[in-house]
Structure formats: C-alpha cells, structure tokens
C-alpha cells in the first residue's frame, strides 16, 4: 500500500470554473460504494498556484494543468508516485483566462485543449505544439482523453455538447451528452473499453462523481461512483481524470483532479483487480468429413483452452459464405461439435476460432478442407416380363455411390399364386452405373400392377407396370 502524502496546514482558495447548477436529481443508475483511496496528495502547495484544473498518467508520473493566477503565465506540472514536485513548465501564451483543462495521454504524447485550441505536450522536456486552434464547433475542451480503438479523442464540456476529434482536428463529430451537466473530466477504461466521466456533482460540498459511459451506445452504464471527501477536504469539486493499470500493482484505478478547499489534489481510488485477460489459444484444425454431398449433414469438432481458464464460446466459416454465429459457452478445453449443411457442390474450407467470455478473440485455425459433391440419383427403366420373370435395371445418375440400395418387386391384382413379392439390396452402385434386378418366379392369372421401387437415404425411384399374367409368362404393357 502506497501511503499518504501528509496534509499541510495551510489554507488554499477554491477556484471558481466550476459549474454551479446542482444535477444530481437527475441522474440515474444505481450508486456503488466508492472505492479505497489508494493514494491522495496535495498538488497546490508546492508550487503556490490554486488553479489545478487537469491531471494524467504517462506511466512513470503524473502532470496536472493550473491557470497561473499567482505567477503568470499558466502552468503545467510533473509529479513523481509520492507527491513530490519534479518539474513545472509553462503554458504556451494564449487569450485564456484558465489556460490547458484536462490531459489526455496516447502512449506517447500528452494532449491538452483550452477555448482556442488543443496542444500536444512532450513528457520528455514539456514542450507543447499547438495542433489545431480553430476548435468550432466545439466551445471549448475541457474534459479529453484519447480512445485508441477510434483513434479519437472525446470531450465534454459541463452541459455544452459533446464532440470525438481526429488529432488534427480535420474531423470534429457530436457524440451524444447522456444528460449529464457538470462535465471537467474523462477517462478511457481499456479493460472495459468505455469512459469514465468525472461530473461536478451530486452538490457543495461534494462534488466529485464519476460515470461510466459506453461511448458504442451515447449511454451511462449504471456504474458510478461518489469520490469520498479527500484528506483535509471541505469543499471539493471534479477537475480532470484518467485510468491505470499501471500505477498500483494489481490495481485497475481511477486518478483525478480534486479542485478543493483548502487545497487541490490529486488522488487515485481502487476501480477493480487489473487482471490481464489473454484470448484463448488459436484452436487447431476443425476434425469431420473430408467428403459429402449436398444436402448432407455434417458435424465438426473443435477445441481450445483459455489461459485464465474461461468459458469459450467459438465461430465457425464455412466456407459458402455462412457462419455458426457464437456457440456457446463451453468450458476450457472442452470440445464443442456443430453441424452443417452444404446446398452446392464444391470445395469448401472450414476455419474457427474462439473467443472468451470477455470478448477476447483468438486467431483463426487452419482450414478444414471438404468436397462437396451431388448425391446419388436413382432411376429405374427397362422394365421387361417373360417366362416365370419380370426385370428391371436401376441406374445411379448422380455425382456419388449410393450404398444398401433396397428394392422391392409388388404385384397387386389378378390371382397371383407364387411370387407376389420379391425384395433385395444393391450393396453399392456407384455414380453413372446401373443394375438388373429380378423377380423371383411368378405364376398366376389375370390382369395386374408390378410396382418397383429401389431407395436410399437420399434418393428413392418408382415406377408402376401394367402387365397380364398367363400362367408361367409375364407381358409387361
């Protein structure tokens, strides 16, 4: 546990670029217990300024923004984990009575922005480069912070609109305010892949909640969080904000700007646990036929395992332009088998891959080839009487073996005195061949129906014949 920064008693002045109307009556969500302050230091007394308005993390240190109503002009500070003030520089001149609000941070570079104009700030020396000045249709920035996935960033303003920028400013696009009035700061969750909002609200003397926005859908999550009255506090209000991962081992945590009475500060509060979570490893090659034909259903089979042991849910190609969706979830390492159905003949290549229960996604395995053909097709022609016998041949048109053919000889009407039925199987007739089949000895009399039917599973032929029965002969008509 990092300790206190201890508590100096002096009296500081509050500022006054805070929001004033009081908006916790209309926020909505369920209210959590705040977090335990991890760390909490005092950011005014060192270098005597009581305008702290932003704060971030490079990894390494934190830096905060102040208005130099003290010392002109406005300021920018570093600080180490502890408190300790390392280096202050100045703000580049600008008409600005508050100068830099917020910080953000890209990996590389801090950013900053004002009522005319958004600067980029190196950590290595403090030396800013104005980016873009004509900021329209934004008002002014206050709240920033950089979202990679976008490669964007977002701010907010107390209840003035909201916008997303390209770092250039050549795009400037509203996002939409989700009702809330008091916004200084945001913070780019990267486990959750939302934003913090640090609100002046809910009322004096507290002032200091923040809100998790799902910047996907323009709403709050329902998560939020009233900061405690910090060390020594009596009054304080929301400055800026930011997320880490790496200030407290083991720590996922929220820093921001308390903008307070009798001093500024800045502090940090535990979010959650900051554990890693890996995607499943690439599941290997999906295992099931080779071949098959249209209309055929086929199963499938794939596994993988998730380094932290999560459930996996898992997403097949086909290879014809369809997917399984996400099936799921199944336990680590469990298999997961699905079926299929091809419409066309053809080649297909079969892939999955995986992804766990928050949403990390591994590679796409190897393919799995199958080939596609069209089924057996059975016909029957030829049908022929004569002495004691009828026959008849069974052809396989189509693109592949029909197997365990069954056949059956009928004859219904007349007197038939032996061989009324005769039945058989056609152990396999591959695609293009064909087949005679034969009744069994039939004598009897009169007029009747021989009806020949030959199946498989996917193909099945019939045919009927008028014939006569003349005692030992059969004529077909």
């Known amino acids: 546990m990092l300790m206190f920064a201890a508590v100096p008693a002096i009296q500081g002045m509050q500022h006054t670029d805070v929001n004033e109307t009081t908006i916790m009556g209309s926020q909505t969500g369920a209210m959590k217990s705040p977090g335990q302050i991890l760390i909490d230091f005092d950011a005014q007394t060192a270098h005597g300024e009581t305008g702290s308005l932003g704060v971030e993390w490079d990894g390494q240190y934190f830096w905060s923004t102040c208005r130099g109503l003290t010392t002109p002009p406005h300021k920018i500070f570093k600080w180490d984990i502890s408190g300790n003030l390392l280096n202050t520089y100045n703000q580049p001149t600008q008409s600005s009575a508050w100068g830099m609000r917020d910080l953000a941070f890209d990996g590389t570079y801090l950013y900053a922005g004002s009522e005319n104009g958004f600067w980029r700030i ?3 020396d403090g030396t800013t480069t104005l980016m873009f000045s004509n900021i329209a249709p934004m008002t002014l920035i206050r709240a920033c912070e950089w979202v990679p996935s976008e490669g964007m960033f977002y701010t907010g303003s107390f209840s003035l609109g909201w916008y997303k920028f390209t770092p250039d400013g050549t795009t400037i696009t509203p996002v939409t305010n989700p009702g809330l009035t008091g916004v200084y700061g945001m913070a780019y969750d990267d486990m959750n892949d939302t934003i913090w909002v640090f609100d002046q609200s ?14 996907h859908t323009g709403t709050l999550t329902g998560n939020q969080w009233l900061i405690p009255m910090l060390t020594g506090s009596t009054d304080q209000v929301a400055g800026g904000a930011c997320f880490m991962t790496d200030c407290v081992s083991g720590k996922a945590t929220l820093c921001g700007m308390s903008q307070g009475t009798p001093v500024d500060r800045i502090f940090v509060m535990e979010l959650r646990d900051a554990v890693t979570n890996e995607p499943p490893a690439t599941p290997g090659e999906p295992s099931g036929p080779d071949a098959g034909i249209i209309d ?16 996996i849910y898992y997403w097949f190609e086909w290879g014809d332009g369809t ?40 590679g796409v395995s190897p393919a799995h080839t199958i080939t596609i053909v069209e089924g057996p097709i059975l016909q029957i022609e030829g049908v022929t009487g004569g002495m004691l016998k009828v026959k008849a041949t069974v052809k396989n048109t189509g693109g592949s073996t029909a197997n365990n053919i069954a056949w059956t000889m009928t004859l219904t009407g007349g007197l038939v005195l032996l061989g ?22 039939i004598i009897g009399f009169g007029k009747t129906v021989v009806k020949i039917t030959a199946a498989v599973p996917e193909s099945e032929a019939s045919v009927e014949q008028n014939a006569t029965i003349l005692l030992f002969f059969i004529i077909i008509k």
């Open 202 to 215: 809910p009322a004096v003397p507290n002032r200091c909640t923040f809100y998790e926005y799902d910047y």
């Open 420 to 441: 009324k039925e005769t039945t058989g199987n056609i152990l396999a007739l591959n695609a293009g061949d064909e087949r005679e089949i034969t009744s069994k000895a």
């Open 122 to 124: 190196d950590p290595a």
């Open 323 to 362: 997917n399984s969706d996400w099936v799921g979830p199944y336990a680590s390492g469990a298999p997961v088998t699905v079926t299929h159905i091809w419409s066309a003949a053809g080649v297909y290549e079969i892939t999955v891959k995986a992804k766990d229960e928050f949403d990390a996604e591994s």
């Open 296 to 311: 055929g259903e086929y199963e499938f089979t794939a596994s993988t395992t998730d380094p932290e042991g999560n459930d």
